[in-house]
């Protein structure tokens, strides 16, 4: 049970960032001194590094297991989060997204692969509902950060000590994760039964994956950007409505 919690918690930390760009994006650009378009970018560099992550978390987690891959890549999470309160400019930022997609897909997969093979179904939907959590509360401390007039870069730097906690926890729990050397039934069985390929509902399968990531992400990004240039909405009112996305 202990670990289960751990588990949840790392799930809301991976929601944490998701939608903090975009909530934040009125106010950072100005002061940077950026053109709109230019969230795109690092948005955009922030998922390639989470779909290369994702695509080499099996290897990773096989040699060096479940809980250093999380604890590394909340690390990653919580390094790049303290760089978005420090980048100056375009490229500074660009540098923080590599880490912030190489770490969320890290543990996205892994935390992902470990519930399913060893906790029963129920607690899936319980892992994704605490990231939902996690991606409401991002641009919910940021509005509050921005109602108090306490500058964005000090919002980030909350959400990266809030990472930097649970990578503690982490650490502390990893004598909780079961040997990865010894693989469950599940496991075994899964391996046994490799997917197909050839499965005639799979393109559909991905393309409804694309098109709702496609979604959630371009909302998640440019929602409350919207709210303040078209509908001008004060930043931290519009924040506050970006997070009832999520």
């Not at 918690?9 to 650009?29: E, K, Q, T, Y």
């Not at 997204?97 to 319980?126: E, F, T």
């Not at 509902?201 to 979604?215: E, G, Q, V, W």
């Amino acid at each position: 049970m202990a670990l289960l919690v751990v588990i949840y918690l790392a799930f809301i930390s991976l929601g944490l960032p998701d939608g903090v760009l975009g909530s934040i994006w009125p106010v950072m650009r100005l002061e940077l001194g950026l053109p709109f378009y230019t969230a795109g970018l690092i948005g955009a560099l922030a998922s390639i590094g989470t779909v290369v992550s994702a695509l080499s978390s099996y290897r990773m987690i096989r040699r060096f297991g479940t809980a250093k891959v999380t604890i590394v890549s909340v690390l990653m999470t919580a390094v790049a989060l303290m760089g978005f309160s420090l980048a100056s400019s375009l490229p500074s930022l660009l540098l923080c997204a590599i880490p912030l997609g190489l770490g969320a897909g890290s543990v996205d997969s892994a935390l992902n692969n470990y519930v399913a093979l060893h906790y029963k179904a129920r607690h899936m939907n319980w892992l994704h509902s605490f990231w939902g959590l996690g991606a409401t509360g991002g641009p919910a401390i940021m509005a509050l950060v921005l109602s108090l007039q306490a500058g964005y870069r000090n919002g980030y730097r909350t959400l990266g000590a809030l990472q930097l906690i649970l990578v503690l926890v982490l650490f502390f729990s990893r004598t909780l994760w079961q040997d990865p050397s010894k693989p469950t039934i599940k496991e075994q069985l899964a391996q046994k039964e490799k997917p197909s390929l050839k499965h005639k509902a799979l393109p559909f399968a991905l393309l409804s994956f694309f098109l709702y990531c496609a979604l959630e992400i371009s909302t998640g990004l440019w929602a409350v950007s919207y709210l303040v240039e078209v509908k001008h909405l004060l930043p931290a009112d519009a924040a506050f409505y970006g997070s009832l996305f999520f």
